[in-house]
């Protein structure tokens, strides 16, 4: 460690005289109370590029009575500068454009105007900007009239000098009191009322009260008045001219996670959880990022919408799990239709075989540690499973249930696990209950150590259905049972099922054959496109007409569905898919055809605004800082679950059989494979509502 930072130390110092030693001339700035970088760079006439290359630190923000550098070399530039700078000079630099990088914010790093940028760049943009792409920066002469900045852009206005340009920060260098000497602010995208008050060392109230009209919105391109007198004819107009910004894509975060299911490792794209916020009056895009603990960038990927500012009463798609409301205290029971399960008071034992595979990480620096936290997704799921597990603890102590867990590290990989080794020196031959190993093939053999003494082993996470143990439980109800509970809803409902089928979709269309031959399958074209004429011809009157669509194709998407919204106002018409579907995930196929179709589909989990659910999260968020991960919840309901079961005067095998059970996100409704083992086949079927919000339906 002594290495380490006398390495660093040296390196530090290196790069110091080497700064240093090529122009020793600077000017040191104590920064004065409500100072910003833009205004000192007015003040010295430099640019806040300038600055920051002295001051690195200084872009994370700068505060009163810090010091700074000004370089000298560039004053005296400034004072030979012409009032008129070349633009579009050409120039030796260049930048490699980066993951969701716009030449907007290209331009704003550089201090450049976007039409000089493209100008420049003429033949490398004709296709867009891509990523990897480099691209020339033009050099643009900085002086008291005009300077450019990461954060704002800024200019001397005295008379009789002419109006700034639009989508520019009016910086007076006299006195702000008189009204010819305003300070303006143009909204640019993804500010928000508290970045702009930051800047100018006000606060958000003094913001609304010099501009009423911003309280409940900021819209792009209005014109602030920062001090000054307010301008009539212009205090609401929103600027014409708005800054290029690229349309955000959506956004899928790509996770390699090992599938419980096979002995390989499948690469698969997978989303976080999300959870619905309502918007409250005062909550700006900054209160909002950090509340969630993500950017501003990535609150606006996922909601669009906001592009045209924060406002009251808007439904968000933020980071969590169900609907996230704030203030509500705790109430947990395991509840059912017919009763609520009452703990006893003689002592349980639980045990978890979790793998963390200690032994792989116990050499790791804290560099590794931090490299295989980031790259190692089998250890992340575990880790969240663990905290998920964790508060279910911490939740059973406060209910005051009488239980000892022991955690063990089962060290699973594809190939290998200390289930065995486990099992014979700890005595788990006496546990109330097991849950774990994570890997099927682990699980099946841990139930086959423990089935003489018939310890009831769950798999918390397994979709497979292997080996059949009387005392195996399979917590995850399998891929398959989602597709039967939808049929049997819509059985229920006695309604028209047609199918639109994917020729690629072979294994769901072979299930749909074999187990609901009164599906009614849709002819498509030789292009594949689908035969609207025969979709109309199997709609019937006076019942429920269910389209199940098995596609991701998205042209095949848009084109049933919209048959189906031209064929509303003759039929009872209602989408449903029958697994995870990600193309409606996409702009392409728009969220409000989804809502008026009233969409369906079965899942695993639910959305859960309740009471108990809400003070899970927020629990959960002050003790990680982080909301739960779909493992981490899945970890609360597995764990909580077993250990109501287990606390029960029946045991856990008869509070399985007969008792139905629901968690945070979870069903818990065992019955009996065959003649051994026992399967969940809690299945939600959900439906999309018209205010964006998810109902379930059985």
Not at 345 to 365: C, E, G, H, Y
Not at 600 to 624: C, G, M, Q, W
Not at 636 to 643: E, G, K, Q, R, Y
Request: aromatic content about 8%; charged content about 25%.
């Amino acid at each position: 460690m002594k290495q380490y930072f006398l390495f660093s130390l040296l390196i530090l110092l290196i790069n110091a005289n080497v700064l240093f030693a090529q122009d020793k001339s600077y000017t040191k700035h104590t920064v004065a109370k409500g100072e910003t970088i833009s205004q000192i760079a007015t003040k010295y006439n430099v640019t806040p590029y300038d600055i920051y290359t002295l001051n690195p630190d200084a872009q994370k923000g700068i505060r009163e009575n810090d010091l700074i550098l000004i370089p000298a070399s560039t004053i005296k530039k400034a004072d030979n500068a012409t009032s008129a700078p070349k633009k579009n000079a050409t120039s030796n630099r260049t930048h490699t454009a980066k993951p969701k990088e716009t030449l907007y914010s290209i331009s704003r790093d550089y201090n450049v105007n976007v039409e000089d940028l493209k100008s420049l760049n003429e033949q490398a943009l004709l296709n867009g900007l891509k990523i990897g792409q480099v691209i020339r920066i033009p050099d643009v002469a900085a002086d008291a009239s005009e300077v450019k900045s990461k954060d704002m852009i800024t200019e001397t206005h005295e008379k009789p000098q002419p109006k700034a340009p639009e989508n520019q920060v009016v910086a007076p260098v006299a006195s702000n009191s008189s009204q010819d000497n305003n300070v303006v602010h143009i909204v640019e995208p993804k500010e928000t009322k508290f970045g702009i008050a930051k800047k100018y060392g006000m606060t958000v109230q003094e913001l609304e009260q010099r501009n009423p009209q911003i309280v409940s919105n900021l819209p792009v391109g209005f014109k602030l008045i920062i001090s000054g007198a307010a301008q009539k004819s212009e205090s609401s107009k929103v600027a014409t001219e708005r800054p290029i910004v690229e349309k955000p894509k959506p956004v899928v975060t790509e996770i390699v996670k090992d599938e419980i299911v096979e002995t390989k490792t499948i690469r698969t794209l997978t989303k976080t959880g999300y959870a619905n916020y309502e918007v409250k009056q005062g909550d700006t895009m900054y209160s909002l990022s950090q509340y969630f603990k993500i950017t501003e960038d990535e609150l606006l990927q996922l909601n669009p919408t906001l592009k045209d500012g924060v406002k009251a009463g808007m439904i968000l798609k933020v980071p969590g799990r169900g609907t996230i409301k704030t203030d509500v205290e705790q109430t947990i029971a395991l509840k059912t239709a017919s009763k609520t399960i009452v703990p006893n008071s003689s002592r349980k034992s639980l045990v978890l075989l979790l793998p963390f595979n200690a032994v792989k990480i116990q050499s790791d620096t804290l560099k590794t540690m931090d490299i295989r936290l980031k790259k190692d997704a089998f250890l992340n799921m575990t880790l969240d499973f663990y905290s998920g597990a964790l508060m279910a603890i911490d939740s059973a102590k406060t209910l005051g249930l009488n239980v000892d867990v022991k955690i063990f590290d089962s060290e699973e990989s594809k190939i290998s696990s200390n289930v065995e080794n486990i099992v014979k020196n700890n005595n788990l031959q006496d546990a109330d209950a097991v849950i774990g190993p994570f890997y099927q093939q682990y699980i099946e053999k841990t139930a086959e150590l423990l089935s003489a003494k018939n310890v009831p082993v769950i798999s918390p996470l397994s979709k497979e259905i292997g080996k059949s143990f009387p005392n195996l439980f399979q917590a995850m109800p399998p891929s398959d049972y989602g597709k039967t509970a939808m049929f049997a809803y819509m059985m229920s409902k006695n309604g028209n099922i047609i199918v639109v089928s994917d020729p690629k979709r072979v294994y769901n269309k072979d299930f749909i054959s074999k187990n609901y031959p009164a599906a009614k399958f849709v002819t498509l074209l030789d292009n594949g496109a689908l035969d609207i004429t025969n979709l109309k011809s199997m709609f019937v009157k006076g019942v429920q007409n269910y389209v199940v669509l098995d596609s991701e194709r998205t042209g095949l998407i848009l084109g049933t569905t919209n048959v189906l919204l031209n064929e509303l106002s003759n039929f009872q018409i209602q989408l449903v898919i029958i697994e995870p579907n990600e193309t409606l995930d996409f702009e392409e196929v728009s969220m409000k055809r989804l809502t008026i179709l009233k969409l369906l589909y079965p899942s695993l989990t639910r959305d859960n605004n309740s009471i108990e659910a809400t003070h899970f999260d927020k629990n959960y968020k002050e003790v990680n800082k982080v909301f739960p991960s779909q493992y981490a919840v899945r970890g609360f309901d597995v764990t909580f679950d077993t250990l109501m079961r287990i606390t029960q005067s029946s045991s856990f095998m008869s509070s399985a059989d007969q008792i139905k059970s629901e968690q945070i996100e979870s069903k818990f409704e065992y019955f009996k494979k065959g003649t051994e083992g026992f399967v969940n086949k809690g299945v939600y079927i959900l439906e999309y509502q018209d205010d964006l919000s998810v109902k379930q339906v059985n």
